[in-house]
């Protein structure tokens, strides 16, 4: 699923990440079906994009966010910063045509839990000045001090001293995720990962955190890898940045485009039951019936044959049982999912309903 635009900064090619599941107490319960936590994923992040990444919790979203920054090791297929495989780059050294230094310094993370980024021990102008001393050892104590200050600035954290020489636990939730966001910043990210980065905010502060991130992102030309389960909140930085939103379910990419292909013309019923659960996406849902069945959500270690959505989908026909759907282009080039009912052609619309 690519991007538009440029090159990408990071592909996500066929990528495959399982969890073993072998264990348990005393030897007993073991359960040898690994987790497949992510299904064969593609995906195409260009230079200053934004990719919003939504769908319920457990679903995969932030292994594969992970996994584009290079955190976590891939089972199978690649990922890749700028054309150089990021696993080799590990394994090469200084041989590879991308050092893995320069890949970890160009992909960086801001988490829900800004907490888990602060030393809790130490003051916050000692947490911030840690990467900045690691990944420019000749700049001199002033010049990190005075370009924290400065980003401190910018942000909204005046006069800076005041908050710089606090500890964590002294600051709001609003404002360590500031801290955080900065501290990713200094480093001139080409990609931040921000994972569920503004679900522990106040409803009224996730629109000044996301209107600061875009700023930054004019600022310093960073693509963001932004994870969500709410709707809303990726429609809102997606539409804002003309980036695109994609949903996942159960480990898979299920459709992904931009904004409008994905709010008013969803083609995977699972978007159409996120858009109908959003209340302030979907005006008349009283008028209509509940787009899902509700049973519960498969169990990872055991997909269902076929199409992973067809326990839960009340569109599914015999043929969504049977065969696993690959990506179908709909209308704009760009807007893309895994449903057979994209494609006006294909023997689903002949198929027995499944659910009757």
């Known amino acids: 699923m690519s991007s538009t635009g440029s ?18 107490m005393l030897g007993f319960f073991d359960n040898t079906n690994p ?3 992510v299904n064969d994923v593609s995906l195409d992040i260009g230079e200053r994009e934004i990719v919003t990444l939504i769908g319920e919790s457990g679903c995969g979203k932030s292994t594969l966010g992970k996994t584009a920054i290079g ?5 199978s297929g690649a990922v890749r910063y700028r054309g150089q495989d990021i696993w080799e780059a590990k394994s090469s050294g200084k041989n590879a045509s991308v050092p893995f230094s320069e890949i970890r310094h160009a992909l960086q993370i801001i988490h829900q839990d800004p907490g888990s980024a602060l030393n809790p021990n130490q003051r916050v102008i000692t947490s911030l000045s840690l990467p900045l001393k690691k990944w420019n050892p000749d ?3 002033e010049r990190r001090e005075e370009r924290i200050h400065a980003m401190f600035e910018r942000v909204g954290m005046t006069p800076p001293g005041d908050f710089l020489n606090r500890y964590p636990h002294q600051l709001s939730g609003g404002e360590k995720q500031r801290a955080v966001l900065v501290r990713a910043m200094l480093l001139n990210p080409d990609l931040i990962l921000a994972d569920e980065a503004i679900s522990a905010l106040d409803v009224s502060l996730r629109v000044e955190m996301m209107d600061l991130m875009l700023e930054l992102q004019d600022i310093f030309d960073t693509s963001y890898l932004f994870i969500s389960h709410d709707l809303s909140n990726a429609r809102y930085i997606a539409e804002k940045s003309g980036g695109r939103i994609a949903v996942m379910y159960l480990g898979e990419i299920v459709e992904i485009g931009g904004v409008d292909e994905i709010i008013e013309n969803p083609q995977h019923p699972y978007t159409k039951a996120l858009r109908w659960a959003t209340p302030n996406l979907f005006d008349d849902r009283d008028e209509e019936e509940f787009p899902i069945r509700e049973i519960d959500v498969p169990d990872p270690r055991n997909l269902p044959s076929g199409c992973n959505f067809h326990p839960r989908c009340p569109e599914a026909r015999e043929v969504c049982q049977r065969e696993h759907p690959g990506e179908i282009t709909t209308g704009a080039g760009e807007h893309l999912c895994r449903c057979f009912r994209a494609d006006d052609t294909h023997e689903y619309w002949n198929s027995p309903d499944l659910h009757d």
């Open 71 to 75: 955190v976590q090791k891939p089972t």
């Open 139 to 141: 700049m001199s104590r």
């Open 35 to 37: 987790v497949r936590a």
């Open 7 to 24: 090159d990408p900064v990071v592909s996500v090619e066929d990528v495959t990440v399982e969890f073993d599941n072998s264990g348990g």
